[in-house]
């Protein structure tokens, strides 16, 4: 099991930016992917941004070009730059490893986009 913490969220006004931070308790260099997830009230969790091992990317279409993924194995550390934040990017944000981990998720991380 590897406990997962989210931080570096708050408010910030469209077109600003910010970078999430998410440490893991244990090594990360064993999970092939480490990835992004969001959620907005009322809607589902969607995947937003993933990265392999070797530094492979792959983002949403809805931020493809504003976001960027990247990782630490060496401080077991996962980042997501954010910039030109969008109204629509307001959600509470996690990470975790890829599949096939179905351990617990961490309790993320709020970004409210707005003026």
């Known amino acids: 099991q590897v406990q997962l913490v989210e931080s570096g969220g708050g408010l910030v006004q469209p077109g600003g930016s910010l970078r999430l931070s998410c440490v893991a308790s244990?090594?990360?260099?064993?999970?092939?992917?480490m990835e992004w997830y969001r959620q907005a009230p009322g809607k589902q969790r969607e995947l937003v941004a993933g990265?392999?091992?070797?530094?492979?990317?792959n983002y949403a279409d809805s931020v493809k070009g504003r976001f960027t993924i990247s990782r630490d194995n060496a401080k077991n550390m996962v980042y997501l730059q954010m910039n030109s934040l969008k109204s629509e990017d307001t959600a509470v944000y996690y990470c975790?490893?890829?599949?096939?981990?179905?351990?617990?998720w961490g309790q993320g991380t709020q970004v409210t986009v707005s003026s």
């Open positions: 990265i392999s091992s070797g530094g492979m990317t």
């Open positions: 244990g090594s990360i260099f064993r999970f092939a992917v």
């Open positions: 975790k490893p890829g599949p096939p981990y179905l351990g617990s």
